[in-house]
């Protein structure tokens, strides 16, 4: 009996993950054809709580891709990997405390800050790139107007909130 109970707990997870992640992917699917422009693939990664590396984001791709890519991912490719990566809870946001750190080996003078032409060049010259469009997505979110800066402990704290939102409330 217990056996039945984890087995039907298992499967209505399941049934929840698939409708999270269609719900996910109909947003780009445009056509109602149950396939997506295979650059929007990241997005509906990220929607659903996910943080992959790019390297992390081509691997996926490429295993739901078509053996002769179209540009368009399937719906039923993409669907069970996706369940897959979330059951396992793959590609977590990083810790708060890491990404402290992280932004405090770019400040070894202490400020509390990065100019932003610092950060512009650790995150396009410095380990994984950021593209322009992400660079530009997280400019808009982190520099502050009036000092042209980002005060790193309060743009994570916000990334740290708006993360705990989208859990809390099943955002995508």
Request: glycine share 4%; charged share 35%; hydrophobic share 35%.
């Amino acid at each position: 009996m217990a056996e039945d109970r984890e087995w039907e707990s298992t499967e209505t997870a399941v049934a929840e993950l698939h409708k999270k992640i269609k719900e996910a992917f109909e947003v780009f699917d445009h056509e109602s054809n149950n396939t997506v422009d295979v650059r929007e693939i990241g997005t509906i990664i990220r929607s659903l709580g996910c943080c992959p590396s790019e390297g992390e984001l081509h691997d996926l791709i490429a295993e739901v891709e078509e053996e002769e890519p179209t540009g368009y991912i399937r719906l039923e490719k993409f669907l069970p990997v996706m369940t897959e990566v979330l059951l396992e809870r793959r590609y977590r946001p990083i810790p708060e405390d890491v990404l402290l750190r992280a932004f405090e080996v770019l400040d070894p003078t202490k400020r509390g800050f990065l100019t932003k032409e610092e950060l512009i060049k650790y995150m396009t010259e410095e380990g994984e790139p950021f593209s322009q469009e992400e660079m530009e997505e997280m400019l808009s979110a982190a520099i502050d107007s009036e000092s042209n800066s980002i005060h790193y402990k309060d743009y994570i704290t916000m990334m740290v909130e708006v993360q705990l939102f989208k859990e809390k409330n099943k955002v995508t």
